[in-house]
Nanobody, 118 residues
């Protein structure tokens, strides 16, 4: 079982920055993929950024050039640095870990609110 705890959300003005952190604890396989998703009111959950255990990254087009995902494998932590925030980035952000060697087991954090005012 893997537990994920997110932190770092809050209220920021457009153009500002926030840094989200997600710490994984429990029995986690070293071969894993860490992701950030977000869900805005009335919308489906959206994949924002992905990072593999080797450091390969991928982003949804809407955040490319503004968000950066990184990880510390020793601490089982994933970070989402969000710059040049826009009101449309307002959402609840969720951390996700997928473990392909454990039957593609997925774990989710509780979510952290990010609100960007115009």
């Amino acid at each position: 079982q893997v537990q994920l705890v997110e932190s770092g959300g809050g209220l920021v003005q457009a153009g500002g920055s926030l840094r989200l952190s997600c710490a994984a604890s429990g029995s986690i396989d070293s071969f894993n993929i860490m992701r950030w998703y977000r869900q805005a009111p009335g919308k489906q959950r959206e994949l924002v950024a992905t990072i593999t255990e080797t450091g390969y990254t991928n982003y949804v087009d809407a955040v490319k050039g503004r968000f950066t995902i990184s990880r510390d494998n020793g601490k089982n932590t994933v970070i989402l640095q969000m710059n040049s925030l826009k009101p449309e980035d307002t959402a609840v952000y969720y951390c996700n870990v997928r473990e392909p060697r454990i039957g593609f087991r997925e774990s989710w954090g509780q979510g952290t609110q990010v609100t960007v005012s115009s």
